[in-house]
């Protein structure tokens, strides 16, 4: 992975400076993934309305970086002037609120659709929670989390 990670921050920053983005590459850790997150002041253009254009970053560079690491399949993370790790604070927080409001009420909470890996952030939040079900119905792109109180002699 060391090797998957420094080629993908070379490529990430070749392809930076190609666009003419001054911007400087931090290497954090997200939800336990390591993350190249960049600073710039162009963030706006790299984040994209609802991330579209940071996800078509993160898609090139990676398989930009695949081809040089003979097809080491390690997916890096990346992230612009912190807009991943603000959604995933924002996606925690709807789980554990949606999670509270199944429980009180004792009934289904449909979640609004998702991409697969915010579905998988509900999931993984609740997964430790012994009173919550999480289940993932519909097809893509309508594709929602339904968050439900678990039954008293399920287990």
Do not use: W
């Not at 997964?127 to 968050?147: A, C, F, H, L």
């Amino acid at each position: 992975m060391k090797k998957k990670l420094k080629v993908t921050k070379q490529k990430l920053s070749e392809l930076l400076d190609i666009m003419q983005i001054k911007h400087r590459i931090e290497q954090s850790d997200l939800s336990g993934n390591t993350v190249l997150s960049v600073k710039t002041e162009d963030g706006a253009l790299l984040i994209g309305r609802g991330g579209e254009n940071l996800r078509a970053l993160e898609y090139l560079v990676n398989v930009l970086s695949q081809k040089e690491t003979s097809g080491e399949l390690d997916f890096v993370m990346i992230d612009v002037e912190g807009y991943k790790k603000e959604k995933i604070t924002t996606l925690i927080e709807t789980a554990n609120c949606a999670a509270q409001e199944a429980i009180e009420n004792n009934k289904a909470v449909y979640l609004k659709p998702m991409r697969a890996y915010e579905r998988r952030i509900i999931h993984m939040t609740l997964s430790d929670k012994n009173d919550i079900i999480t289940e993932s119905q519909g097809v893509e792109p309508y594709r929602v989390v339904v968050i439900k109180k678990r039954a008293p002699n399920s287990g």
